[in-house]
């Protein structure tokens, strides 16, 4: 891998040196700005990627009915997913394909930030390999390590915290909402493994790299919202995005809770992750159901195709008092 060490590696190192000098000198601030330079300058792959990303969520309901369509069929479904992905104009390559091409850039500024962050005589004398012979670089090291309350070469609990929340925003604002039990179970399983693990590698890595996932994980969230217009999964617990369960009255609305929760156990979802859609042909009935108020958003008349809002019982006992 010598190649390696003396391209891409080297680069990163003397970018970070050299841009140190724009910067007092100051490591962490360098850390954040490289990794904002790098960001913006992948954006466009960025933008492919999410946009793909997003196209391929918006196909799972189709996707999941071809599956159940074509349960027994592998080869039948396969050409059917191919088909639906032609007519979306939707390549699943265009999810990973961006993401491949950016690889290996990460993996050469997390390695140059490492030995940037050389403690030992033997860091040293490797770091030393990879650096260029312009007068600037050497006139720059030993570059200062201190930013904000920590030291960038040793472990930090707050900022390895402040990794694990960043990436679980990232991972949450993306996260598909699905009625699928399989897919939201692994759904679920990466939402929450990958900000665990990467936040106890935190706690025994230099702070410098925690500094530099912190600064990608925020980059990221900022892209996200103006990429793909708004907070995606983040915006969900106030009722966008979320899947609908619907339920009638009909005769005897006593047992629309039962109804209810027929009907979100058949869709594989619970109340709390759902809009729940009621509809009734009368307020009469409406009034007759035993469905508590925070569990409904709105409740539809066919009759007269309009919608109101379940009131709380605290403001419908206010208007019985006023009667």
């Known amino acids: 891998m010598e190649w390696w060490n003396a391209g891409p590696v080297a680069l990163m190192i003397n970018s970070l040196v050299v841009l140190s000098s724009y910067l007092f000198g100051s490591l962490g601030l360098t850390i954040i700005i490289l990794t904002i330079i790098i960001r913006f300058a992948m954006y466009p792959l960025t933008v492919k990627q999410l946009r793909s990303t997003k196209a391929m969520q918006e196909l799972q309901p189709k996707i999941a ?54 403690i030992t005589p033997e860091d040293l004398l490797g770091l030393s390999k990879s650096l260029w012979s312009w007068p600037v670089v050497y006139t720059m090291l030993p570059l200062d390590n201190s930013f904000l309350w920590f030291s960038l070469e040793n472990p930090d609990t707050p900022l390895a915290v402040l990794v694990g929340v960043t990436m679980w925003l990232q991972q949450k604002m993306v996260t598909p909402n699905t009625t699928d039990p399989q897919q939201r179970s692994q759904s679920q399983l990466m939402l929450w493994m990958m900000p665990l693990m990467f936040g106890f590698l935190a706690m025994s890595f230099p702070s410098g790299l925690a500094l530099y996932w912190v600064a990608s994980n925020v980059i990221t969230i900022i892209m996200q919202y103006f990429i793909t217009g708004g907070w995606g999964g983040l915006s969900r617990s106030g009722g966008e995005g979320r899947a609908v369960v619907k339920a009638s009255v009909g005769q005897g609305g006593g047992d629309l809770k039962k109804r209810i929760a027929q ?33 409904l958003r709105g409740v539809s008349y066919p009759g007269g195709a309009k919608t109101i809002r379940r009131q709380s019982k605290r403001s419908r006992g206010r208007r019985s008092k006023g009667r």
């Open 65 to 118: 009915e071809l599956q159940k369509k074509y349960a027994k069929d592998k080869k039948r479904l396969a050409d059917e997913q191919m088909k639906l992905y032609r007519e979306s104009g939707v390549s699943p390559a265009g999810c990973g394909v961006p993401m491949l091409i950016q690889m290996p850039i990460w993996i050469a500024l997390y390695q140059s930030i490492i030995r940037l962050l050389a």
């Open 263 to 295: 009907a979100e156990q058949s869709a594989g979802i619970t109340a709390m992750e759902a809009d729940i859609v009621v509809s009734a042909s009368t307020p009469e009935e409406e009034a007759g159901s035993d469905v508590s108020a925070d569990k």
